[in-house]
C-alpha cells in the first residue's frame, strides 16, 4: 500500500509540470488577440498609406480592443469602388466586416442579407454591443433609418451627429458674397429672394468693379437659385406624399430666372466649364463677387484677400425672412457615402467583429473615433476636447491618420469636431446662415425598396437626370426657347420614362418606411 502510495505521489510530481503548463497556455491563448478581416474604402485625404493598419488611429483601436485585424482597402473613388464591390460579392471567401454604401446595393440592405451577404444584428447588437443598443434606444428616429422595414438592424452606421435641429455637420456650401463690393454699392446685407439677388447683380455689372458678377459650377446652379421658388431637383416628402422637383410647376419659375441672368450677363455664360479649381481661382483672383462654395473658400479668401470683407448668407427664400424650403443639406444618417460597416455570413468570430465596431459608439470610442489621441492629437480642456497645434497645423493630414472625423465611417460624428475644423470665424458663421433652411422636414428617409423594383427606379432615374440635365442646360442657355410649350413637353418627356410609375414605387417605400 505504501509503495503504491509513492509511486502514484512520483506520477502527480512529475505530471504537475506539464498541467501548469497547460493552464499557462490556455490563459495566453485566452489573451490573444482576436483575429478579424476588413473591408473597406480608404479616403483620398488619407495619403501615404497601404491600409488602415499604417494608420495611428487604427492601430490605436487595434491596441485598446486586443484585436488583430488585417485590412483589404480599396479606393473610395465611386467608379472603382462599385467594381471592387462587385468583386467582394461573388467572392467565396468573404471578409468579416464590410464597410460599404448599403443603401446602393441592388434591392437595398434587406436584400443583403436575404442574399446570404450580411447577418441581421438585432440579437447581436443585445448580445455584445451595449454602446450602439443605448444610442439607437435614446434615439428611436435615427434608429429606424438603419434598420430595414421589419426593423431588422443591419449595419453600424455613420451618423452625422444625434439630430437634424441646429446640427452643423449637416452644412458645408452655400452663397458666399464680396461683402465690401456689395457695400460699396448700397446694399448692407447679402439679398434673400430672387428680386434681391437680381438686384445685387445689376449693381455689380453696372459698376463694372469685377470680370463677371456671379459665377457657379454647374452641378450647383440648382443649389444655390432653385430655392428661391420652392424648387428642387430630387425626391422630398410633402405632407406625406413623395414628390420629385422635375415634376413640380414651380421649376418653369427657377429656369426662367437662370436664364434671365444668363442673357443678361449676370451669370458667368462659361458655367457649364467651371470645375471646383477654376471656380475658387475665379473668386480668389477677385474676378467674381458672387459664388457657391464650400468653407474652405472662405477660409482661403480670408487668408488671401485681407482687403475683402467674406461674407456668406443664409440660402434664397421664397418669401423674405422665411427660411429656404429646400438648400443643400446631408443627412444625419449618411446614405451617400460607403460607410456603413456590416457584418458577413463568413465571419467565425461574430462577437469580436462586434464588440471592435461598438467600441466608436462608446465615450471613450467616441473620442478616438473624433478627436485622436489625448496628449498627441487633441488636450480635454473644461471639459472640451480641444485639437492640439499638432492639428491645427496641417488639419486634413493629422484627421485622416488620426481619427475618422473628416473621412467617416462607423460612428457618431462629433459637432465640435466642425467647430475646430472650420476655425475661422467667417466660416463659423457661414455654417450658422447655410443651416437656416427648412429642408429638415422634407427629406425622403432612407426607404427600402424591392431588387425588382429597385432596378426599375434605376432605370426611369438614369434616363430622367440625363435628359433633364441636358434640357435644363439648353433652357439656360437659350439654346431652346423656355416657354409654356416647351416646359410642357419637357415634362411630358419626363413622365413617359416612368417617372410617375417611379413616384408610386418610392410612396408605397415611404409609407412601410413609417411603419418601422
Request: net charge negative.
Amino acid at each position: 500500500m505504501k509503495k503504491a502510495f509513492i509511486i502514484a505521489l512520483a506520477i502527480m510530481m512529475i505530471a504537475l509540470p506539464v498541467f501548469a503548463q497547460g493552464s499557462q497556455e490556455a490563459a495566453a491563448k485566452s489573451d490573444a488577440p482576436a483575429k478579424i478581416t476588413y473591408w473597406a474604402p480608404m479616403s483620398s485625404k488619407i495619403k501615404n498609406a497601404n491600409d488602415f493598419s499604417e494608420l495611428p488611429y487604427w492601430q490605436e483601436v487595434m491596441k485598446r480592443t486586443n484585436t488583430e485585424i488585417e485590412f483589404t482597402n480599396v479606393s473610395s473613388e465611386k467608379s472603382i469602388l462599385g467594381e471592387q464591390f462587385s468583386i467582394l460579392q461573388v467572392s467565396s471567401d468573404l471578409p468579416d466586416i464590410v464597410e460599404y454604401n448599403w443603401a446602393t446595393y441592388v434591392g437595398g440592405p434587406q436584400s443583403a442579407i436575404d442574399d446570404g451577404f450580411i447577418i441581421p444584428l438585432n440579437d447581436v447588437f443585445e448580445k455584445y454591443c451595449p454602446n450602439i443598443t443605448k444610442f439607437l434606444n435614446e434615439h428611436p428616429d435615427l434608429a429606424k433609418d438603419c434598420a430595414t422595414d421589419d426593423g431588422t438592424y443591419y449595419c453600424f452606421p455613420f451618423f452625422r451627429g444625434e439630430s437634424y435641429e441646429n446640427n452643423s455637420l449637416l452644412f458645408s456650401e452655400g452663397p458666399v458674397y464680396r461683402m465690401d463690393i456689395l457695400k460699396s454699392l448700397g446694399f448692407e446685407n447679402p439679398p434673400e429672394t430672387a428680386e434681391e439677388f437680381y438686384e445685387v447683380l445689376v449693381a455689380i455689372k453696372n459698376a463694372g468693379v469685377v470680370e463677371i458678377p456671379f459665377s457657379i459650377r454647374a452641378e450647383h446652379i440648382n443649389r444655390m437659385l432653385a430655392p428661391a421658388f420652392d424648387s428642387w431637383d430630387t425626391w422630398y416628402v410633402e405632407d406625406g406624399q413623395v414628390k420629385h422637383g422635375y415634376l413640380d410647376d414651380n421649376r418653369y419659375d427657377y429656369l426662367a430666372f437662370v436664364n434671365k441672368l444668363y442673357k443678361e450677363g449676370l451669370l458667368d455664360n462659361d458655367y457649364m466649364s467651371v470645375n471646383k479649381n477654376g471656380m475658387n481661382s475665379m473668386f480668389l483672383s477677385g474676378r467674381v463677387a458672387v459664388a457657391y462654395n464650400p468653407g474652405s473658400l472662405i477660409g482661403n479668401a480670408v487668408a488671401t484677400m485681407p482687403d475683402a470683407e467674406i461674407s456668406s448668407a443664409k440660402p434664397l427664400s421664397s418669401v423674405k425672412g422665411q427660411n429656404s424650403k429646400f438648400a443643400k443639406m446631408n443627412t444625419v444618417f449618411d446614405t451617400g457615402a460607403a460607410s456603413a460597416a456590416a457584418i458577413t455570413t463568413s465571419c467565425k468570430n461574430i462577437e469580436a467583429a462586434a464588440r471592435l465596431l461598438d467600441y466608436a459608439y462608446g465615450e471613450e470610442g467616441h473620442l478616438l473615433a473624433n478627436f485622436g489621441i489625448e496628449g498627441v492629437t487633441y488636450e480635454m480642456i473644461d471639459g472640451y476636447p480641444t485639437y492640439t497645434d499638432f492639428v491645427n497645423e496641417n488639419k486634413d493630414d493629422v484627421l485622416a491618420r488620426y481619427t475618422r472625423a473628416n473621412v467617416n465611417g462607423a460612428f457618431v460624428q462629433d459637432p465640435r469636431y466642425i467647430d475646430q475644423y472650420y476655425d475661422v470665424e467667417e466660416q463659423a458663421e457661414a455654417l450658422s446662415l447655410w443651416a437656416q433652411t427648412d429642408y429638415g422636414k422634407y427629406i425622403l428617409p432612407p426607404v427600402s425598396i424591392s431588387s425588382e423594383d429597385g432596378a426599375k427606379v434605376a432605370s426611369i432615374i438614369n434616363k430622367v437626370n440625363t435628359y433633364a440635365s441636358e434640357m435644363e442646360s439648353k433652357f439656360i442657355t437659350g439654346a431652346l426657347e423656355l416657354n409654356e410649350k416647351t416646359f410642357a413637353e419637357y415634362q411630358a418627356q419626363i413622365r413617359s420614362f416612368g417617372m410617375e410609375e417611379a413616384v408610386a414605387i418610392y410612396q408605397k417605400a415611404y409609407d412601410s418606411y413609417l411603419t418601422r
